[in-house]
């Protein structure tokens, strides 16, 4: 019913840029938390950020200050711009979404995206 597809991923050097699209679709009545993770091999899928509808962020302290996590909530999009990336941000990012969904009845779902690889190199 819920679609999370994600664009954006890439191969980038240390301390360029990159940035991250999460487009939601489908029977959606409206999106409350959006937030993108990460999980690199061998670990486990960690939070990288958060952003409630109303615009309030948290971030993991290892991308504070070089990481910017938005939404357009007309788009039921949010965004990751990453910046000063460093090699250990390697990984493939997810994004994430609580939704609530239209049916029988309404209900909040909990959805992922497919994931985007991104990796950089030193």
């Known amino acids: 019913q819920v679609q999370l597809v994600e664009s954006g991923g890439g191969l980038v050097q240390a301390g360029g840029s990159l940035s991250l699209s999460c487009a939601a679709s489908?029977?959606?009545?409206?999106?409350?938390?959006m937030a993108w993770y990460r999980q690199a091999p061998g670990n486990q899928r960690d939070l990288v950020a958060s952003?409630?509808?109303?615009?309030?962020?948290n971030y993991a302290d290892s991308v504070k200050g070089r990481f910017t996590i938005s939404r357009d909530n007309a788009k039921n999009t949010v965004y990751l711009r990453m910046n000063s990336l460093k090699p250990e941000d390697t990984a493939v990012y997810y994004c994430?979404?609580?939704?609530?969904?239209?049916?029988?009845?309404?209900?909040?779902?909990?959805?992922w995206g497919q994931g985007a690889q991104v990796t950089v190199s030193s």
């Open positions: 952003i409630t509808r109303g615009g309030i962020t």
């Open positions: 994430n979404a609580d939704v609530t969904r239209s049916g029988t009845r309404w209900t909040l779902v909990n959805y």
């Open positions: 489908g029977s959606i009545v409206s999106i409350n938390t």
